[in-house]
């Protein structure tokens, strides 16, 4: 499996992971072609090698014929998106970013994501940002994305909005759950853009990841700081074996003297603050009083504030917590379109070959509470979709190398 490390100890920008990708091997005249099939017209491409301190990096420039900020809403996005000549995993990468982006504004500024006005992140710039790096990713075969702690610098910056204080709101919103910092220098060192193409596609947040490194590659951001090289690290590289390993946080707490449905909120308030599994076990304590082990699993770096909860919102008195090594397909989801609305599916792959295809219960859900139709008759349909978008008729089939 080849896998992308983005090493963001200077922060990210869209522009940054574009002169990543195209430092990596990506091919401007390639990527240009693209960002042409959206249907817009003046959005030009240019690279250039430039000194970031003492090293070097690609710098890619976005120019576009607008003027000012354009106030596009997220269906404007999705109507130019859905119009473009783009493949459909690409199209399908670039609207969740764009939804993780709306997302993000409507909770800062208390609307729906439907009706938010896209400022900067409006503009054909960031358009051709958000195209260029789901494009890009996949043409260079990265099939999972890592990503370090977000330096996110420091200070202030004006927007469309007026002043405001680094991190903006809007990435503030996008950064939830992912590991970040401040540092000393004083500036935006990471973009709405940027944050969202990021921690949409991200698959892992930490240290890099055990890989054989085939490629390290660079993209430049534009301002040459004094404190430290502007740069985004891209490190390619695969990993061996066809199963993905991490190491999980296990937290348990034994419970015998807490009412039953005060489970249910508990289980709602961890599954929120990032919890990957959690489950309920009966057990029989001692003096043979029945009792209940609730079982977490867990990232690691937020093991605390999840066994914070615990302590909190139960009746315990102490959460127990091990370290546990996880083997587990390599996964990502794709977005099909079925009759009935659109669903996305959970991938799972052994080595190249797909051996699941699951398509989202909530999304299903929704779809049949709009429309009547049983829920199994969505999924059913979704999964056959996600399976001709692989090329067969079921799982178990090879992965197909463009995805």
Known sequence: MRIGYFDCWSGVSGD?????????????????????????????????????????????????????????????????????????????????????????????????????????????????????????????????IHVSPINLGSGSIQAAHGKMPVPAPGTAALLTGVPAYGSEIALELTTPTGAAILTT?????????????????????????????????????????????????????????????????????????????????SVIMKKSRPGTTLTVLAEPAVADQLAALILTHSSTFGVRAHTATRWKLFRDFITVSTTHGSVRVKRGWSGDRITILSPEYEDCRRASQATGVPIQVIYDEARQAAARAEGAGAAGVPRDPEA
């Open 201 to 281: 596609l991200a698959a892992t947040y930490g240290p890099m990841p055990a890989m054989i490194i085939r490629r390290v590659a660079y993209g430049a951001g534009h301002h040459d700081l004094k404190e430290q090289p502007n740069l985004l690290r891209l490190i390619i590289g695969e990993l061996s074996g066809d199963l993905d390993r991490d190491q999980v946080t296990v937290l348990e707490a034994t419970i015998d003297d807490m009412n039953p449905q005060f489970f249910e909120p508990l289980l709602d308030r961890l599954f929120e603050a990032g919890a990957l599994d959690v489950f309920l076990s």
């Open 16 to 144: 940054m992971i574009l002169g990543a990708l195209v430092d990596a091997g990506l091919e401007l005249e390639r990527l240009q072609a693209a960002i042409s099939g959206l249907g817009v017209p003046g959005i030009q491409l240019s690279a250039e090698q430039v000194k970031r301190g003492a090293f070097v990096g690609t710098r890619v420039h976005v120019r576009t014929e607008e003027q000012g900020h354009p106030h596009r809403r997220l269906p404007d996005i999705e109507a130019i998106l859905d119009r473009a000549d783009l493949p459909e995993l690409a199209r399908a990468d670039a609207r969740r970013i764009f939804r993780r982006l709306a997302e993000a504004e409507a909770s800062a500024h208390g609307t729906t994501p439907d009706r938010i006005h896209f400022h900067e992140v409006g503009a054909l710039d960031a358009l051709a940002d958000v195209v260029g790096a789901a494009w890009g990713i996949r043409q260079l075969g990265l099939t999972r």
